[in-house]
Protein backbone atom coordinates (compact mmCIF):
# COMPACT_ATOMS: atom_id res chain seq x y z
CA UNK A 1 0.00 0.00 0.00
CA UNK A 2 1.61 3.26 -1.00
CA UNK A 3 1.20 6.04 2.20
CA UNK A 4 2.32 8.87 3.95
CA UNK A 5 2.06 8.61 7.36
CA UNK A 6 2.19 11.44 9.83
CA UNK A 7 2.97 11.16 13.55
CA UNK A 8 4.09 13.11 16.75
CA UNK A 9 1.46 15.40 16.85
CA UNK A 10 -0.61 16.76 20.21
CA UNK A 11 -1.13 19.19 22.58
CA UNK A 12 1.91 20.84 23.71
CA UNK A 13 2.17 24.38 25.57
CA UNK A 14 3.34 27.49 24.30
CA UNK A 15 6.80 27.96 23.87
CA UNK A 16 6.66 24.08 23.86
CA UNK A 17 8.36 21.94 20.98
CA UNK A 18 6.51 19.18 18.43
CA UNK A 19 8.84 17.15 15.98
CA UNK A 20 6.50 15.49 13.53
CA UNK A 21 7.26 12.68 10.91
CA UNK A 22 6.54 11.61 7.76
CA UNK A 23 7.23 7.86 7.01
CA UNK A 24 6.61 7.09 3.41
CA UNK A 25 5.48 3.11 3.11
CA UNK A 26 5.36 1.24 -0.40
CA UNK A 27 7.51 3.94 -2.34
CA UNK A 28 11.31 5.31 -1.80
CA UNK A 29 10.96 9.16 -0.90
CA UNK A 30 14.50 9.74 -2.02
CA UNK A 31 14.07 11.20 -5.21
CA UNK A 32 11.02 13.37 -4.14
CA UNK A 33 10.89 16.91 -2.50
CA UNK A 34 8.76 16.81 1.09
CA UNK A 35 6.45 19.25 1.97
CA UNK A 36 4.70 20.49 5.08
CA UNK A 37 1.53 21.99 5.56
CA UNK A 38 -1.02 22.91 7.73
CA UNK A 39 -4.69 24.02 8.07
CA UNK A 40 -5.65 25.96 11.19
CA UNK A 41 -9.64 26.06 11.90
CA UNK A 42 -11.62 28.17 9.23
CA UNK A 43 -8.80 28.56 7.32
CA UNK A 44 -7.24 27.36 4.21
CA UNK A 45 -4.49 25.02 3.96
CA UNK A 46 -1.19 26.48 3.61
CA UNK A 47 1.99 25.34 2.71
CA UNK A 48 5.08 26.07 5.59
CA UNK A 49 8.04 24.47 4.18
CA UNK A 50 9.67 22.05 1.27
CA UNK A 51 12.85 19.92 1.68
CA UNK A 52 14.15 18.62 -2.15
CA UNK A 53 15.59 15.30 -2.54
CA UNK A 54 19.28 16.48 -1.64
CA UNK A 55 18.52 18.52 1.44
CA UNK A 56 17.84 21.81 0.43
CA UNK A 57 14.67 23.88 2.08
CA UNK A 58 12.70 26.15 1.09
CA UNK A 59 10.03 28.35 3.11
CA UNK A 60 7.09 29.20 2.27
CA UNK A 61 5.49 30.74 5.68
CA UNK A 62 6.85 33.41 7.20
CA UNK A 63 4.68 32.51 10.36
CA UNK A 64 7.30 29.79 10.90
CA UNK A 65 10.60 31.08 10.08
CA UNK A 66 12.97 30.47 12.55
CA UNK A 67 10.68 28.10 14.90
CA UNK A 68 10.34 25.27 12.25
CA UNK A 69 12.52 23.45 10.93
CA UNK A 70 12.49 20.60 7.90
CA UNK A 71 14.63 17.63 7.25
CA UNK A 72 14.67 14.31 6.17
CA UNK A 73 16.43 11.26 6.35
CA UNK A 74 16.28 8.79 3.15
CA UNK A 75 17.53 5.93 5.11
CA UNK A 76 14.51 5.75 6.87
CA UNK A 77 12.34 6.88 4.25
CA UNK A 78 10.68 9.38 6.44
CA UNK A 79 10.66 13.60 6.81
CA UNK A 80 10.42 15.82 9.36
CA UNK A 81 9.36 19.00 10.99
CA UNK A 82 10.74 20.06 14.18
CA UNK A 83 8.43 22.95 15.26
CA UNK A 84 10.10 25.10 18.57
CA UNK A 85 8.61 27.97 20.11
CA UNK A 86 5.01 26.95 19.68
CA UNK A 87 1.97 29.40 19.63
CA UNK A 88 -1.35 29.16 20.18
CA UNK A 89 -1.70 30.16 16.31
CA UNK A 90 0.11 27.40 15.23
CA UNK A 91 -2.50 24.88 16.22
CA UNK A 92 -3.98 22.81 13.30
CA UNK A 93 -3.72 19.56 11.20
CA UNK A 94 -0.56 19.51 10.11
CA UNK A 95 0.28 17.47 6.33
CA UNK A 96 2.96 15.97 5.01
CA UNK A 97 3.21 16.09 1.04
CA UNK A 98 5.61 14.07 -1.33
CA UNK A 99 6.62 15.61 -4.50
CA UNK A 100 6.40 14.05 -7.98
CA UNK A 101 9.74 15.66 -8.91
CA UNK A 102 13.30 15.90 -6.83
CA UNK A 103 12.84 19.80 -6.27
CA UNK A 104 10.62 22.04 -4.56
CA UNK A 105 8.26 23.73 -6.88
CA UNK A 106 6.00 26.22 -6.33
CA UNK A 107 2.61 24.69 -7.50
CA UNK A 108 3.48 20.77 -6.63
CA UNK A 109 2.17 18.32 -8.25
CA UNK A 110 1.97 16.21 -5.13
CA UNK A 111 1.35 12.47 -5.45
CA UNK A 112 0.78 11.52 -1.77
CA UNK A 113 -0.40 13.38 1.35
CA UNK A 114 -0.78 11.82 5.04
CA UNK A 115 -3.94 11.38 6.89
CA UNK A 116 -2.73 14.87 9.25
CA UNK A 117 -1.41 15.06 12.61
CA UNK A 118 -3.37 17.32 15.06
CA UNK A 119 -1.24 19.89 16.58
CA UNK A 120 -2.77 21.96 19.58
CA UNK A 121 -1.03 24.92 21.17
CA UNK A 122 -2.66 25.74 24.15
CA UNK A 123 -2.11 26.54 27.98
Known amino acids: QLQLVESGGGLVQPGGSLRLSCAAS????????ISWFRQAPGKERERLLC????????NYANSVKGRFTISRDNAKNTGYLQMNSLKPEDTGVYYCAAGRHPLCSNYGPWDYWGQGTQVTVSA
Open 26 to 33: GFTLDYRA
Open 51 to 58: ISSSGGST
